[in-house]
């Protein structure tokens, strides 16, 4: 269920800038070369004996990493095009006067904890809850949603959606609009700035109501 709703009209209409469908295929385009590159590296090491590993004897790990290369390769980068297709396909955000719809599902403000905001520096890792550069996390009760959704915009089970404000095409009127909405509807938002632990601690605190 991917949470596609049709009802009155929205306020305010954004759509997602259309330099996402270049960076995912330049990114893919990047990538795939990647991936067998590291796989021959790692095979020329072992029969080199740079490294302690045997390309023929120890083949379970010459296909796990023959695996990894195609995955990187075929794999990953479709999904950086398909997950930008996605947002290029309908509106980015939609707000209506009871929700903020986020690439054609519908966010009721009843399931909405609050709203962070942080622009966050690189340096934070990629496996951390939280992504770099300017974005809303939109913490919600996932019971009170009515559907669940993953794929590459948006996870529901982690209880979080991510908005990333620059991938809009007017990030700065967007970044109003929902702003306003927030504050118009009693929703609570916190701009943590580049500040993580800010950040982190405001998510504790909201996570709990």
Known sequence: MTGSWRGAEPETVFEAHPRLREHARLGGCLLAPAGFLVAAIFVVLGLTGVIP?????????T???????????????????QAAELKLRQPFVEIHPDAISYVGSRIPDFAIRAVLRADLPSHNGENSRWQRGDTFYVLVRREQLGFTRSDGTMHTKKGQIDIAIDEALDPVR???AVIAHLEATGIPFVDCGTDLGQLVDAAKRYDRS
């Open 63 to 81: 296909l796990l990493i023959l695996a990894g290369a195609v995955v990187m390769a075929t794999v990953i980068p479709r999904s950086f095009i």
């Open 174 to 176: 967007m970044s109003r």
């Open 53 to 61: 590993y045997d390309p023929v004897g120890d083949w379970g790990w």
